[in-house]
C-alpha cells in the first residue's frame, strides 16, 4: 500500500470518528441540557441517530443509483475508485451512527415491552431509617429527580414508577443525610411482589 | 407542662413465663390478614427472651389493638404474628413495643388460599437497646417463718436513674367469698422490704426487720357472698431505681382484715392465690 493510498484510507477514519464524537457529544450535551428523564433522552438521542443513518443511507446509495445524465460513459477506472471510497466511509459513518442508534433505543424498547414495575423492601443498618434513595436505570442515570424516602421507621422503602416512561432502576444510590452512602446493586427479592427483601448497610 | 401520664406494668404471674412456652402455630380466622412482625434490638445484652417477654406488643389500624396470636423469639429477634381486618392501602398500622410505637405502612397482602391472606412481613430490626426499667420477674413464695407468703419483684433499670415505681398486688375472687362490711373496707398487711442498693423512703435501712404498714384496699361491693371481691394491696414504692438489677423482696408479716369475712384464713388465702403484681411508674415497662 502506497502513502497516497494509505492517506486516502486515514483521512475518512479520522473524519468519522470526529464526526462520530462530535454527533454523541453535541446531542448528549443538548439532551442533558434539556434536563429530560432518561427514557425521554434515549428516545430524543436514538431519533437523532436515526436520522443520521437515514441521511447517511441516502449518501451512500445516491451515486450507485444515479444514472448518467449525458448518457455518456464515464472514466471507468476513475470512477469505479471515486464510488468505492466515497460508498465505503458513508457505509461506515451509516453502520458506527446504526450502533449508536441501536445502544440509545435498545433500552426504550425493553422498557416498552416491560413497562410495569415495582421495587419494595427492607433497608435497614448504618443511618436507616434516615436514609433516602435514589433509583438508578442500567446506565446508572437517575430515574427520579428526588431523592426516595423510606415510608416508616422500619426503613421499608417502596419505588414505583411515576408514570410509564418510568426505566425499572437496577441499582439504587443510598444517600444519608445528603451525601451519597453506597451504591448497590437491586437483590432479586426487591423485585418480589411479597416485598420481602432486605438490605443491611452494615 | 409536667407530663404526668404514668405507664402501667402488669405482671401476670402466669404469664411472665407464658411468652417462653413454644409458640403454637396459629391461623387467622377468615376475613382477616396474618401479619408477621419481627422485632430485634440491636444490643446483643438486650436480645434475652425475658426482655422481650416483657414488651407486650399490640397492632392496632385505628384503634382496635390486637394481641399477636404467636410468639417466638429466634435468633435473638422476637418474632410475632398479629391478625387484622384486611386494611385499606393508604391505612397505616401503629405497633406498640413496650412504651415504644412505630407508625408503619401497610405492606402487600398476599393470597394463601380462599381464606387466607397473609401481608409482607414488617422487618423491626436493630432496634435501639431500651431506654426503661423492665420488671423482669415477679415470684411469690412460701416462708417458713410465717404463713403468709412473701413476694420478690426483680427489676433492671436500662435507663438512667429511675425516681420508681408503686409496686400494688392485685387479687381477685369469684363466688367463694362472703364479706360483710362497708365499702370501701380496708385490710391492714404488715410488709418488711429488703431491697439491694435501694433506699426505700418507708423503710429505716438501720432497722431492716421493721415492719412497714400497708393497706389493702376492698372496693366493689362486699355484702354479697356472690359478689366479685377485689383485693388491692399497696406494697409503697419501689424508691429511686439505679441502673442496671435490682431486686426488692416484700415479705407480709401481719395481715388484719377491717371487714367481716367468713373466716381468719380468707386473707391468707388472697394473698396465696393471688391474682398480680403491678409495677405502676413512668418509664417502667
Not at chain 1, 497516497?4 to 468519522?16: Q, T
Not at chain 1, 443509483?65 to 449525458?70: A, F, G
Not at chain 1, 433509583?135 to 442515570?141: F, H, P, Q, T, V
Not at chain 2, 394473698?271 to 418509664?283: A, D, M, N, S
Amino acid at each position: 500500500m502506497t502513502s497516497a493510498e494509505k492517506l486516502s484510507i486515514a483521512g475518512p477514519v479520522v473524519s468519522l470518528v470526529i464526526a462520530a464524537g462530535t454527533a454523541v457529544t453535541a446531542i448528549s450535551g443538548l439532551i442533558s441540557n434539556l434536563g429530560l428523564r432518561p427514557f425521554w433522552a434515549d428516545v430524543s438521542t436514538s431519533v437523532v441517530f436515526f436520522a443520521l443513518v437515514l441521511y447517511w443511507l441516502r449518501l451512500t446509495f445516491q451515486p450507485a443509483n444515479r444514472k448518467p445524465e449525458t448518457g455518456f460513459v464515464k472514466k471507468a477506472v476513475g470512477a469505479r475508485a471515486a464510488w468505492r471510497n466515497v460508498s465505503i466511509l458513508h457505509f461506515c459513518f451509516v453502520a458506527v451512527f446504526f450502533g449508536f442508534f441501536i445502544f440509545f433505543a435498545y433500552p426504550v424498547f425493553s422498557h416498552i415491552f416491560n413497562p410495569t414495575w415495582k421495587i419494595c423492601g427492607t433497608i435497614t443498618g448504618n443511618c436507616a431509617p434516615s436514609y433516602c434513595v435514589i433509583g438508578l436505570d442500567a446506565r446508572s442515570r437517575p430515574i427520579f429527580p428526588e431523592c426516595v424516602a423510606p415510608l416508616d421507621s422500619s426503613g421499608y422503602i417502596e419505588l414505583v414508577p411515576i408514570d410509564y416512561t418510568t426505566y425499572r432502576p437496577i441499582t439504587i444510590r443510598i444517600q444519608c443525610a445528603g451525601k451519597d452512602l453506597q451504591v448497590l446493586r437491586l437483590p432479586n427479592e426487591f423485585m418480589s411482589p411479597k416485598c420481602n427483601g432486605r438490605i443491611d448497610l452494615r | 407542662m409536667k407530663k404526668i401520664v404514668l405507664i402501667g406494668c402488669f405482671v401476670l404471674f402466669s404469664a411472665t413465663h407464658a411468652l417462653a412456652q413454644p409458640a403454637t402455630k396459629q391461623n387467622c380466622s377468615p376475613n382477616t390478614v396474618s401479619v408477621p412482625v419481627t422485632y430485634h434490638f440491636k444490643d446483643t445484652d438486650a436480645q434475652y427472651a425475658w426482655i422481650y417477654h416483657s414488651l407486650n406488643p399490640t397492632l392496632a389500624m385505628v384503634q382496635d389493638r390486637v394481641d399477636p396470636i404467636s410468639t417466638n423469639i429466634e435468633d435473638g429477634a422476637l418474632k410475632m404474628t398479629f391478625c387484622i381486618p384486611v386494611p385499606a392501602e393508604t391505612e397505616r398500622l401503629i405497633l406498640r413495643v413496650g412504651p415504644r410505637a412505630y407508625d408503619l405502612a401497610i405492606r402487600p397482602i398476599t393470597k394463601l388460599s380462599s381464606d387466607l391472606r397473609e401481608m409482607s412481613p414488617i422487618l423491626l430490626v436493630e432496634q435501639p437497646r431500651p431506654d426503661w426499667v423492665i420488671v423482669k420477674s415477679a415470684k411469690r413464695f412460701e416462708t417458713e417463718a410465717s404463713d403468709l407468703p412473701s413476694f420478690e419483684v426483680e427489676l433492671y433499670n436500662f435507663g438512667q436513674a429511675h425516681s420508681g415505681g408503686q409496686v400494688v398486688f392485685e387479687a381477685f375472687h369469684y363466688w367463694s367469698l362472703c364479706a360483710r362490711g362497708s365499702t370501701p373496707a380496708r385490710v391492714k398487711v404488715q410488709v418488711s422490704l429488703s431491697g439491694q442498693r435501694l433506699r426505700i423512703a418507708s423503710s429505716d435501712p438501720e432497722y431492716p426487720e421493721e415492719l412497714v404498714t400497708r393497706d389493702a384496699e376492698l372496693t366493689k361491693d362486699i355484702n354479697s357472698c356472690s359478689a366479685n371481691f377485689y383485693l388491692r394491696t399497696d406494697f409503697g414504692t419501689t424508691g429511686r431505681l439505679p441502673p442496671g438489677p435490682i431486686r426488692i423482696r416484700y415479705t407480709l408479716k401481719r395481715a388484719e382484715a377491717k371487714v367481716s369475712l367468713t373466716s381468719s384464713e380468707q386473707i391468707k388465702y388472697y394473698f396465696t392465690r393471688g391474682y398480680r403484681l403491678k409495677v405502676i411508674g413512668e418509664g417502667i415497662w
